[in-house]
């Protein structure tokens, strides 16, 4: 959806409009959620902010003006101001500190009964990163990736590096550097 129309959904949400409501949910509701998230970092926390934001929505729809610029860069707005009231009334900021009960030996008894496992949706996306850095590596040249390795897996020094590869020490700095650039670009695809 472009922010041309997601500015004429607030407009129609600023007059009452159920539909138009919906369906700006359903095009912002991702971007939204990633914004908590990234501020908030609680998933069931998250979720309470989102209702919470959307009800902002509804409510103050009226107060956007598409002059001062786009709808989605409002809704942001809406989230990250929200998302910051919340962290500023967690308790830890007023000087509440929350207390862990604690065993004779002095350990926290839910540690004992802790998952510690990675779960399933955490396990496949580790497992998608991991195939999307090896499919990037797979783009460098063979000497180059292996130079990355051996700098950032094994802890080699560039000079090391430079003698393994038969290469000057200068050139060496230039494969990491060039190397990087490139995952980084991939990474970034």
């Known amino acids: 959806m472009t922010v041309d129309q997601i500015s004429l959904l607030l407009q129609r949400v600023a007059g009452g409009d159920r539909s ?11 971007k939204l959620s990633g914004v ?18 959307f009800i902002r929505v509804w409510q103050r729809s009226a107060q956007y003006r598409p002059e001062r610029g786009a709808g989605m860069s409002w809704l942001i ?24 009960a604690r065993d004779e030996d ?12 990675v779960g399933a949706e955490a396990g496949l996306i580790a ?6 850095v090896v ?12 130079a990355i390795k051996g700098a950032y897996l094994q802890g080699l020094s560039y000079v090391d590096l430079a003698e393994r590869h038969g290469v000057p020490l200068n050139t060496m700095r230039t494969w990491l550097r060039r ?3 490139r995952l980084r670009e991939c990474l970034d695809r």
């Open 135 to 146: 499919d990037c590596f797979d783009e460098l040249e063979n000497d180059r990736a292996l």
């Open 36 to 53: 908590l998230t990234r501020i908030l970092g609680n998933r069931a926390e998250v979720d309470d902010a989102m209702q919470e934001v």
């Open 179 to 181: 190397g990087l650039l």
């Open 20 to 30: 138009a409501f919906e369906a700006l949910y359903a095009a912002t509701a991702a």
């Open 77 to 100: 707005a809406v989230a990250r101001n929200h998302a910051l009231d919340r962290l500023r009334a967690r308790p830890e900021r007023a000087g509440f500190r929350q207390e862990v």
């Open 127 to 132: 497992q998608g990163e991991a195939r999307r």
């Open 106 to 117: 002095g350990q926290d008894p839910l540690d004992r009964i802790a998952d510690t496992a």
